[in-house]
T-cell receptor, first 114, second 111 residues
Framework: DTAVSQTPKYLVTQMGNDKSIKCEQNLGHDTMYWYKQDSKKFLKIMFS???????INETVPNRFSPKSPDKAHLNLHINSLELGDSAVYFCASSQTGTGNRGYTFGSGTRLTVV | TQLLEQSPQFLSIQEGENLTVYCNSS?????LQWYRQEPGEGPVLLVTVVTGGEVKKLKRLTFQFGDARKDSSLHITAAQPGDTGLYLCAGDGGATNKLIFGTGTLLAVQP
């Protein structure tokens, strides 16, 4: 039973299209995140939601819009896709207030914009 | 801006060798975590260190948090091919519950 699952695993699309990535966690965590991993494997936070409330919004183009319908789900919608959006996008979750606050990551969505 | 620099960036060694990966910052972190990421998967938490000077062991892996809580190291003894992967340190600034990831160390252990 996957703890953090994101779909799709692979996404190939043309420039200008709109696409969504879905994420669900069954760990009962109260905080969820979206991270972007570039071609050099650097992981950079994009957004964070705590109990459906946006708490972190890094410098991300407003073409990216996260949505959290409940604390177990955090989806990412991207409008007008550009070549530079090609990357691996990871969803993660954690529980605030615990000692180590370790993150549990999904297996990633590899987005390729052509 | 909090930055975590890891060194080396790449490391290719033979099975049985020892190695150390370093994670350095000019910022203080309330805790520091180490993750390992394998191809096609997300990072997996290995350990969290919280107290300055803390040392934790996980089988052949030894993690240390610097006294000033600005740096950390990961030492692997007698590396095995199964240790191959991308090792990431991540610092917890505390206030925003946001993890800042290091630049990564790609380790390849040849049989």
């Amino acid at each position: 039973d996957t703890a953090v699952s994101q779909t799709p695993k692979y996404l190939v699309t043309q420039m200008g299209n709109d696409k969504s990535i879905k994420c669900e966690q069954n760990l009962g965590h109260d905080t969820m995140y979206w991270y972007k991993q570039d071609s050099k494997k650097f992981l950079k936070i994009m957004f964070s939601y705590n109990n459906k409330e946006l708490i972190i919004n890094e410098t991300v183009p407003n073409r990216f819009s996260p949505k959290s319908p409940d604390k177990a789900h955090l989806n990412l919608h991207i409008n007008s896709l550009e070549l530079g959006d090609s990357a691996v996008y990871f969803c993660a979750s954690s529980q605030t207030g615990t000692g180590n606050r370790g993150y549990t990551f999904g297996s990633g969505t590899r987005l390729t914009v052509v | 801006t909090q930055l975590l620099e890891q060194s080396p960036q790449f490391l290719s060694i033979q099975e049985g060798e020892n190695l150390t990966v370093y994670c350095n910052s000019s910022s203080v972190f309330s805790s520091l975590q180490w993750y390992r990421q394998e191809p096609g998967e997300g990072p997996v938490l290995l350990v969290t260190v919280v107290t300055g000077g803390e040392v934790k062991k996980l089988k052949r892996l030894t993690f240390q948090f610097g006294d000033a809580r600005k740096d950390s190291s990961l030492h692997i003894t007698a590396a095995q091919p199964g240790d191959t992967g991308l090792y990431l340190c991540a610092g917890d600034g505390g206030a925003t519950n946001k993890l800042i990831f290091g630049t990564g160390t790609l380790l390849a252990v040849q049989p």
